[in-house]
Nanobody, 123 residues
């Protein structure tokens, strides 16, 4: 299993981006998914998270602006980012726990990170 994050880019303040994190392989379910970000010189922080049940959590600084849609694909989770601010500039990473079908035909669990996608918000 590999996780591929994409969707980052350069956007003006007030704009929107949608990030996606796709899991490769024969995915049975995405059990949990979290989005983290790391700005230059700062520690990585969790921005948003969701579970298979549909529950979501957001850090206070993005509440009302960022959303993890509930209608995600079985192997892809999105992060919709609206009303972006310059302070949202960071590399965004996804972390996911998935259940997949291994080559031996058995269900296995995987927990890992995507490679990061850069979001730059200009003022």
């Amino acid at each position: 299993v590999q996780l591929q994050a994409s969707g980052g880019g350069l956007v003006q303040a007030g704009g929107s981006l949608r990030l996606s994190c796709a899991a490769s392989g024969t995915i049975i379910s995405t059990d949990s998914m979290s989005w983290y970000r790391q700005a230059p010189g700062k520690q990585r922080e969790m921005v948003a998270s969701t579970t298979r049940s549909g529950s979501t959590n957001y850090v206070d600084s993005v509440k009302g602006r960022f959303t993890i849609p509930t209608n995600n694909d079985i192997d892809t989770v999105y992060l919709q980012m609206n009303s972006l601010k310059p302070e949202d500039t960071a590399v965004y990473y996804c972390n996911a726990a998935v259940t997949y079908l291994n080559d031996d035909g058995r269900a296995r669990q995987y927990n890992g990170w995507g490679q990061g996608t850069l979001v730059t918000v200009s003022s």
